[in-house]
């Protein structure tokens, strides 16, 4: 049985939320190993914030990067069908050719970092026409009469009904943006991605898919 996505329990781990998540959505509960859950939680929150205080600025590139490893290597180790490949820089854009775009289209799933006013962590997964649906971690209600405007700025939907897969749909072309909005990737220099299948699930070049299920 798949799980529920989760949403972060404070300010700033939306970084292992999001990668647990990709756990969650790929893999059937009754397969995840404990070591995973363990894992993710002890090596990300590794930043500092400007008073010294440890967690308090997420997950820094270098966790994802060491996980993407690790993870791979617990794979091999316990034959358990999982396979990542960390990407930065210019290599994190969305086109029909890229390979966040194609993953999604093999059915994969995409940790990917953004701007939600800082640095935020989330996770796509799946792909529709121009569009990108993903989940977001950090909860939020539409009839919150405090809801940020910002979140109904073009490029922007609310899904409601999929707790298993996503809460929003983004345009890819808001996603790609250089700037720092809501839902935007922001200069190349600071983008990063972790590309996570599941092996017995990943479809072939030949079949992918361009929609989500």
Known sequence: MKNLL?????????GPVSLTN????LFDRETIYPDIIKYIMLYCLDSYNEEG???KRGTSASAMMFLSNWLNQFGQMKNFPITCEFLSGENVYLSQSS?????LQQGGAVVLRLFLDVGHYVLL????D???YLF???YEELDDPELDSEYFEDGISFVTNQPKRANRIVSMQRLNRLTEGYYE????????????FNQDTRLSPESTIDYFI
């Open 6 to 14: 989760n949403y972060q329990s404070s300010e700033y781990d939306c």
């Open 22 to 25: 990709a756990i969650r959505y």
């Open 53 to 55: 205080e440890v967690g």
């Open 99 to 103: 390979k966040i775009v194609e993953a």
């Open 125 to 128: 997964t799946g792909i529709k």
């Open 130 to 132: 121009e569009n990108i």
């Open 136 to 138: 977001d971690p950090y």
């Open 185 to 196: 990737m922001g200069p190349y220099n600071i983008r990063e991605a972790v590309i996570v």
